[in-house]
């Protein structure tokens, strides 16, 4: 079975430009999760999805940040404009929301580095 | 503010020997505790989940849940260098339709052959 899939794996870009991530959660999970990693901070939860509704993202660090799910097998998580400052590890993980047993499951993530 | 708290270390084991992992997190009303491992470079990946006080073993791993004093822990019975990793300490907070987890930053872990 085909786990949670990102792409680009890999991203460099040059401060001011717009940048776009990319996920296709596992096929039948109802709830989609985007994170952010860094050596300072950990890994912070952005915005997450119930059955393509945004639910909480109280997480996206401003206004630049912004996140979109159209339908069950596709998300995609914006920075425009980027900054040095985005540069980190971006995670999409997925869920299939059943009581307290919710494993997520993570995508091999993509490194953003903002020059 | 909910916090999820790790010793960052690093904690260095010999190979064979039992690791100890701590986790402390401030919601009394948290209800779900999930340890992830995560290799350098890697994605975390789910090895423990605990759900009530007591104890929880799965082969060499071992979860601890103590509720009244807010910590979970992770013990690993006969370490491999494989072992090696980076373990996050997972909480998912108690609400209604409160699903996210919050992570706590990571106790890195060396075994050392």
């Known amino acids: 079975d085909a786990g949670v899939i990102q792409s680009p794996r890999h991203e460099v870009t040059e401060m001011g430009q717009e940048v776009t991530l990319r996920c296709k959660p596992i096929?039948?999970?109802?709830?989609l999760f985007w994170y952010r990693q860094t050596m300072m901070r950990g890994l912070e939860l952005l915005i997450y999805f119930n059955n393509n509704v945004p639910i909480d993202d109280s997480g996206m660090p401003e206004d630049r940040f912004s996140a979109k799910m159209p339908n069950a097998s596709f998300s995609t998580l914006k920075i425009q404009p980027s900054e040095p400052r985005d540069s980190a590890v971006y995670f999409c993980a997925s869920t299939l929301l059943a009581g307290a047993n919710n494993e997520q499951f993570f995508g091999p993530g993509t490194r953003l580095t903002v020059l | 503010q909910k916090e999820v708290e790790q010793n960052s270390g690093p904690l260095s084991v010999p190979e064979g020997a039992i690791a100890s992992l701590n986790c402390t997190y401030s919601d009394r009303g948290s209800q779900s505790f999930f340890w992830y491992r995560q290799y350098s470079g890697k994605s975390p990946e789910l090895i423990m989940s605990?759900?009530?006080?007591g104890d929880k073993e799965d082969g060499r791993f071992t979860a601890q849940l103590n509720k009244a004093s807010q910590y979970v822990s992770l013990l690993i019975r006969d370490s491999q260098p494989s072992d090696s990793a980076t373990y996050l300490c997972?909480?998912?907070?108690?609400?209604?339709?409160?699903?996210?987890?919050?992570f706590g930053k990571g106790t890195k872990l060396s075994v050392i052959p």
């Open positions: 605990i759900y009530s006080n």
């Open positions: 096929s039948g999970h109802n709830s």
């Open positions: 997972a909480v998912r907070y108690s609400g209604a339709g409160s699903y996210q987890l919050t």
